[in-house]
């Protein structure tokens, strides 16, 4: 029902900057709160940013919390992940998915796109 694909990801130096992009298909993205997951190699899938269905609210993990911003475009069924001053240890495959409320816990969200890779050179 609910298809998201990520794209955005690359190699950067350490201290640069990449825009990930989450486009979704489906009629209700804009009753969906948001959210941007990674997962590095042997590590679990954690949270790292969120964002409510009408865009009025973002959260975000203490890791990346001045460093990333979440944000939508409701028109064009879009979540974005601006990554500033990017750090060799925020290499990981990133993911968008969504839920029906807001959380940081990855159990709670219900569909999930193929990730795209974001690897941060020192």
């Known amino acids: 029902q609910v298809q998201l694909a990520e794209s955005g990801g690359g190699l950067v130096q350490a201290g640069g900057s990449l825009r990930l992009s989450c486009a979704a298909s489906?009629?209700?993205?804009?009753?969906?709160?948001m959210g941007w997951f990674r997962q590095a190699p042997g590590k679990v899938r954690e949270f790292v940013a969120g964002?409510?269905?009408?865009?009025?609210?973002?959260y975000y993990a203490d890791s990346v919390k001045g460093r990333f911003t979440i944000s939508r475009d409701n028109a064009k069924n879009t979540v974005y992940l601006q990554m500033n001053s990017l750090k060799p240890e925020d290499t990981a495959v990133y993911y968008c998915?969504?839920?029906?409320?807001?959380?940081?816990?990855?159990?709670?969200?219900?569909?999930w796109g193929q990730g795209t890779q974001v690897t941060v050179s020192s």
């Open positions: 998915a969504d839920s029906i409320a807001a959380s940081r816990n990855r159990r709670e969200y219900d569909y």
């Open positions: 489906g009629r209700t993205f804009s009753r969906r709160n």
């Open positions: 964002i409510t269905s009408t865009g009025a609210n973002t």
